[in-house]
């Protein structure tokens, strides 16, 4: 079975500065999708960024940008130029590509704050 | 654009009653699926619905806990006879389809008590 594992509980960085968020997960496909998901206080989960295994590249979105390295099965999340609302819990997820696994296996999530 | 709708948004019940939450799906999205936030948590999935095909309800984590889906949209995730254990945020998402790189759209999630 799969897993995806946050090892960071809670994070903090300071406004304008970057900070990573790490994620690791386990997986016997060779085939599959990488998510990350913002939940601020009003519980709704926002995709952040997503990464398909097959493509080498890393995905970037504005200020967000992944390291994946697929060897080591990482997939960590950078945040540039911080923002105060930027402070949420961040999730990593993780889908299959094919046949019946069609939700996401998530992370226990990592808590940000941001310092003014 | 109307997102992803799900009601209450908060419940609070005793201990043995029956509940039920409800999703609406954002408009043409065929796959639909479950989810549960306990506190501290990540969110663990429960059941998840593909247009007319069976669901898929590996994840439910007792026969106490039952949904459906009426017509391929509306869905209602039923628990009986609450436990406290079944406190948690329930999240409910829908997608274009139910494989690929296609988004999981989340609602606001109902948060239920069980005292």
């Known amino acids: 079975a799969q897993t995806v594992t946050q090892s960071q509980p809670e994070m903090s960085v300071q406004e304008a500065e970057t900070v990573t968020l790490s994620c690791t997960y386990d997986t016997s496909e060779s085939d599959y999708y990488l998510f990350w998901y913002k939940q601020p206080p009003s519980r709704q989960m926002i995709l952040v960024i997503r990464q398909e295994a097959y493509k080498q590249q890393n995905a970037t979105e504005n200020r967000f940008s992944v390291n994946f390295q697929k060897a080591a099965k990482s997939f960590s999340l950078k945040i540039s130029d911080s923002q105060l609302g930027d402070a949420a819990m961040y999730f990593c997820a993780y889908r299959g590509y094919g046949g019946s696994q069609g939700n996401l296996i998530f992370g226990k999530g990592t808590k940000l704050s941001v310092k003014p | 654009g109307a997102g992803v709708s799900q009601s209450p948004s908060n419940k609070v019940t005793e201990k043995g009653k029956d509940v039920e939450l409800r999703c609406d799906p954002i408009?043409?999205?065929?796959?639909l699926y479950w989810y549960r936030q306990s506190l501290g948590q990540g969110l663990e999935f429960l059941i998840y619905f593909q247009g007319n095909s069976a669901p898929d309800k590996s994840g439910l984590p007792s026969d106490r806990f039952s949904a459906e889906r009426t017509g391929g949209s509306v869905s209602t995730l039923t628990i009986q006879r609450t436990q406290q254990e079944d406190s948690a945020v329930y999240l409910c998402a829908s997608s274009l389809v139910r494989v690929g790189d296609q988004p999981q759209h989340f609602g606001d999630g109902t948060r239920l008590s069980i005292l």
């Open positions: 408009s043409g999205h065929t796959a």
